[in-house]
C-alpha cells in the first residue's frame, strides 16, 4: 500500500485520530473487555479495535491507544516506528514516554510560560512546538516545508549530516603506507630491517620490508643477584 507521507502523513494517520477508543466493540460488545483500545495500521478505514478482533489482524502492525488524562495518547516506543514525532512534545506516565493523539486547549498560559503549541496554544517546553500529533498535523496544513511525519525524510537527513554532502573522497578510510619522518626516525632507532641492513634515513622515503626489533643485551641474572661479600684488608 502506498504512504503519502509528503504531504500530510501516512493514509493511516488522520483515522488513527479521529477515531473513538474507550468504548465497546460493535462486534463483540456482549463480550468483557471488550473496550476498543486498538489501532491497526495496515487496515485503511477500520475503526479502532478490541482484542478479540486482533485475530484478523494478524502480522498487521497494531499500536495501543491509552488514557491519560481523559485524553488519548500512543507510547513513543510504538509510533516511532512508523512516524517522524520530531517538535512534538513527549510526556512521561508511569515510568514511559508518551505522546497526545489530538489538541489540548489551555484557556490561559500559566505565568512565565514563554512557549506554547503554535496550534491550541498549550504551554510547551522551549525545544517543542506542538502538544500532540494533531498539531503537527494541523502545522502542516498550514504548509510548513520544515514539518514532515516521514521517517525516510529524517533518516535521509541523518545519514546526510553523519557520511557529509558525498564529495568528499573514500581516502580517510583507506589504510596509507608508513612515511618515514623525523619523529619516526628516532622512533625506530633501535629497530633494523629484517635482511639486516640499517633503515635508510631519509626523512620521505617508504618503509618496504618487515622491521624486527634488535637483539636484547643478554643479563646474567646470577651475578645480579649476588650480594656483596665482605671487605678483607689485605695482608702487610
Known amino acids: 500500500m502506498e504512504e503519502d507521507y509528503y504531504n500530510l502523513g501516512p493514509q493511516w494517520l488522520i483515522p488513527m485520530l479521529k477515531s473513538n477508543y474507550f468504548v465497546p466493540c460493535v462486534s463483540h460488545g456482549d463480550s468483557s473487555k471488550s473496550e476498543c483500545n486498538m489501532f491497526c495500521l495496515d487496515c485503511v478505514g477500520q475503526n479502532a ?3 478479540y478482533c486482533l485475530v484478523h489482524h494478524k502480522d498487521h502492525r497494531l499500536v495501543q491507544i491509552r488514557r491519560s488524562s481523559y485524553h488519548n495518547v500512543v507510547r513513543v516506543s510504538e509510533i516511532q516506528k512508523y512516524l517522524d514525532i520530531s517538535s512534538v512534545q513527549t ?4 515510568s514511559a514516554k508518551i505522546v497526545f493523539l489530538n489538541e489540548r486547549p489551555q484557556p490561559r498560559p500559566g505565568k512565565g510560560v514563554t512557549n506554547t ?3 491550541c496554544c498549550r504551554s510547551l517546553l522551549d525545544s517543542f512546538r506542538f502538544c500532540s500529533l494533531g498539531c503537527k498535523l494541523g502545522g502542516m496544513k498550514r504548509g510548513d516545508p520544515d514539518l514532515t511525519f516521514s521517517l525516510r525524510h529524517n533518516n535521509k537527513l541523518n545519514r546526510d549530516a553523519f557520511y557529509g554532502n558525498g564529495s568528499d573522497s573514500d581516502e580517510s578510510s583507506t ?9 619516526f626516525n628516532r622512533l625506530m632507532d633501535g629497530l ?9 634515513s631519509s626523512g620521505d622515503e617508504t618503509l618496504t620490508g618487515q622491521l624486527s626489533p634488535s637483539t636484547p643485551p643478554i643479563y646474567n641474572n646470577q651475578n645480579s643477584r649476588r650480594r656483596k661479600g665482605i671487605p678483607h684488608r689485605a695482608p702487610f
Open 49 to 51: 479495535l478490541c482484542s
Open 192 to 200: 633494523t630491517l629484517s635482511n639486516g641492513e640499517r633503515s635508510p
Open 91 to 94: 510526556y512521561i506516565i508511569n
Open 117 to 119: 503549541c503554535e496550534i
Open 175 to 183: 589504510p596509507k603506507k608508513i612515511r618515514r619522518t623525523h619523529a
